[in-house]
């Protein structure tokens, strides 16, 4: 087929370049014209395991960018991918969703055929059916539903992982009313091999909208309990990871999302849980259960602060934090518990340095307080009074901790080190 996917994203550039591996035709719409620029030349604007390699080879082939919404005609199906950003009570920002449809509204004016917009955005219940049908039939001024179809098709890719998680899927979620706009976007997938056997969820728009925001809050919450278990073997003397790895073992549990420690951040988990709470509000209902797994997760840098202190006076110290990035794999530092964690430790009088392998720069935008950023462990680490081992990069597996004053290590990943040769270690939930 030939796709239009508006936003160059982690979510758009992604799936434009992963159905263009599928076989698909496919161009990318983003208004950032350096973005545009890379993916026609064949680099990814975004770091991303595998991203690079997809885009250097179906780059100038089945794969282009352009600011242009001229292309949107062209094609069969035009996915919304771009962001939908928070607002302080939790709600959240359509006006970038808004503004896509009805400019892709706009681009469909002159258009006799069928096409389907699918929306791949995370919008809460009833975003599409208000917000996105009628900015994108108003802008294209037609009033039947047999020309343009409408589908919501969360995405259910992580960040680090995403490519992965694109050919290894759970399953597809296409909410729709209209028969063969779910038709068209299920052939769209089942075209590939690979993706053949991926259960497809069909199902209406609504309850479409809802199920990508159920399953983050059930993992978002599972993390969030599991911390909290994590927290109280701490307080007993008892190796969480010991019992996370019997807990696993119970297929009604399954050992995935099992891993205690600084708890969760990055662009979907802490904005999804926000605005599931805030329109379960608007429902007039008290999401009690969300709000304490988003209390527990942020609690979760104040106590790793809080096991220095035990150690080492934060007031002075020169205090080294492994890791910028919410996760390895990417360079994503929004919501990441490392920045909470420099920010305390900043507020507490310490001196800190930083590293990270790739998001040290992402990190300096987003930081507001003055750190040192070292350009790797061993600067990090030379005369620290304390390391915090704030992200589960590989390369951090096996370290030495050479050139510290004094080996106090706090890690709040579970990273594997050889805990004997340190003067101190500290493990947040074990």
């Known amino acids: ?19 263009a591996a599928v076989g698909h035709d496919v161009v990318n719409v983003d208004i950032d014209e350096d973005v545009v620029a890379a993916i026609n030349a064949g680099e990814s604007p975004i770091h991303e395991e595998g991203l690079p390699e997809l885009v250097a080879e179906h780059a100038g082939d089945n794969l282009r960018a352009t600011t242009s919404y001229d292309a949107v005609p062209e ?25 896509a449809a009805e400019m892709t509204g706009e681009a469909l004016g002159g258009k006799t055929d069928a096409h389907v917009v699918a929306v791949k955005s995370t919008v809460l219940p009833g975003t599409i059916e208000d917000v996105v049908v009628p900015a994108v039939r108003g802008a294209a001024e037609r009033t039947g539903t047999e ?5 919501a098709n969360p995405e259910f890719l992580s960040e680090g992982t995403a490519v992965s998680d694109f050919w290894n899927a759970d399953k597809i979620v296409v909410g729709t009313s209209e028969p063969s706009a779910a038709a068209t976007v299920r052939d769209l997938y089942h075209a590939d091999e690979r993706l053949a056997d991926v259960p497809v969820v069909e199902t209406d728009v609504r309850t479409g909208e809802m199920i990508k925001y159920a399953n983050n809050a059930f993992l978002a919450a599972k993390v969030s309990l599991v911390n909290e278990l994590g927290n109280v073997c701490k307080r007993a003397d008892i190796d969480s990871y010991e019992v996370a790895d019997a807990l696993g073992l119970d297929d009604r549990i399954c050992a995935a999302f099992m891993r205690s420690g600084l708890g969760w951040g990055g662009s979907c988990f802490p904005k999804d849980v926000d605005a599931l709470r805030a329109f379960a509000r608007q429902q007039e209902y008290p999401p009690e259960l ?5 209390d527990v ?9 809080g096991l220095l202190r035990e150690h080492v006076d934060p007031d002075g110290a020169r205090v080294a934090v492994l890791g910028l990035a919410f996760k390895p794999g990417t360079d994503d530092v929004r919501n990441s ?12 009088g310490a001196d800190v340095v930083a590293y990270d392998p790739v998001a040290a720069e992402n990190a300096r935008t987003a930081l507001e307080v003055d750190i040192e950023y070292a350009d790797s462990v061993s600067g990090a680490l030379s005369g620290a009074d304390a390391a915090l081992l704030t992200t ?10 050479d050139g510290m004053d004094r080996s106090v290590v706090i890690d709040g990943r579970r990273v594997d080190v050889d805990t004997g040769a340190l003067d101190v270690y500290e493990g947040l939930c074990w």
Do not use: H, K
């Open 147 to 151: 020309e343009i179809g409408f589908v």
């Open 290 to 294: 969300l709000d304490a797994a988003v």
């Open 337 to 348: 518990r490392a920045l909470d964690v420099i920010e305390q430790l900043d507020d507490a």
């Open 75 to 99: 094609t069969d199906v035009t996915f919304i991918t771009v962001q939908t950003p928070s607002r302080e009570d939790g709600s959240l920002d359509y006006s970038y969703v808004e503004a």
């Open 1 to 19: 087929m030939n796709v239009s996917v508006v936003g160059s994203g982690y979510v758009g550039t992604t799936l434009a370049a992963c159905l």
């Open 297 to 305: 997760n942020d609690r979760q840098p104040e106590r790793m602060v």
């Open 392 to 401: 589960e990069w590989p390369e951090f597996d096996g370290l030495s901790f």
